[in-house]
């Protein structure tokens, strides 16, 4: 059974830093494409960013760009997000979630729709 778990969240001020790490269990062969998703309060769920190891490739959306990195350590079974210069509007509940492919591209790699298995989230608070 795939199993997703976040951490790292919390309360920074605008302009700060924070790591979410998301643990994976219960896969034993190839790993699916992942992603990062958040959700603010009366807004929609939106892909963050996307990893891929099938076709090596990442991708965000483009309020992230250059801010945030997305990485995983199979090793560790680990998914990780670094947020930089952190803006109040990513203020949000920030998910992780398991595609059912290990290759996809495009919008795919970070399309909520397409994504399978989810974590319960972590709470992200930037102050201004």
């Known amino acids: 059974q795939v199993q997703l778990k976040e951490s790292g969240g919390g309360s920074v001020q605008a302009g700060g830093s924070l790591r979410l790490s998301c643990a994976v269990s219960?896969?034993?062969?190839?790993?699916?494409?992942m992603g990062w998703f958040r959700q603010a309060p009366g807004k929609e769920r939106e892909g963050v960013a996307g990893?891929?190891?099938?076709?090596?490739?990442?991708t965000y959306v483009d309020s992230v760009k250059g801010r945030f990195t997305i990485s995983q350590d199979n090793a560790k079974n680990t998914l990780y997000l670094q947020m930089n210069s952190l803006k109040p509007e990513d203020s949000a509940m920030y998910y992780c979630?398991?595609?059912?492919?290990?290759?996809?591209?495009?919008?795919?790699?970070?399309?909520?729709?397409?994504?399978?298995?989810w974590g319960q989230g972590t709470q992200v608070t930037v102050s201004s």
């Open positions: 979630a398991a595609h059912p492919s290990w290759a996809v591209s495009g919008p795919q790699m970070i399309n909520p729709a397409d994504f399978v298995y």
């Open positions: 990893i891929c190891t099938g076709y090596r490739t990442t």
């Open positions: 219960g896969y034993t062969d190839s790993r699916p494409c």
